[in-house]
């Protein structure tokens, strides 16, 4: 069983910044990879960045620039840092992890921007 555990959201204004985590727990030494997803139209979520065991990463074409993800291997534990952040990067934000092949989220952590 995989737990992941997401903090960081909140209200900020257009321009501003916010730092998501994701600290993951349980049987997590097959982990591989971590990203954080947000809603897109239809219910479906969307990837916003993702970052594999090794450090690589892949961002969506929308947050190129702004958003940067990383993750601290020790603690289990993935960041979001969001940048010039914009009214249209309001939603829920949800952590996947990889584990052995499966798929586990968190319950999501929401980020509302104001013009």
């Known amino acids: 069983q995989v737990e992941l555990v997401e903090s960081g959201g909140g209200l900020v204004q257009a321009g501003g910044s916010l730092r998501l985590s994701c600290a993951a727990s349980?049987?997590?030494?097959?982990?591989?990879?971590m990203a954080w997803y947000r809603q897109g139209p239809g219910n479906q979520r969307l990837m916003v960045a993702v970052?594999?065991?090794?450090?690589?990463?892949t961002y969506a074409d929308s947050v190129k620039g702004r958003f940067t993800i990383s993750n601290d291997n020790a603690k289990n534990t993935m960041y979001l840092q969001m940048n010039n952040l914009k009214p249209e990067d309001t939603n829920v934000y949800y952590c996947?992890?990889?584990?052995?092949?499966?798929?586990?989220w968190g319950q999501g952590t929401r980020v509302t921007v104001s013009s």
């Open positions: 349980g049987t997590i030494s097959r982990l591989s990879a």
């Open positions: 970052i594999s065991r090794d450090g690589t990463t």
């Open positions: 996947k992890a990889i584990v052995a092949a499966y798929a586990y």
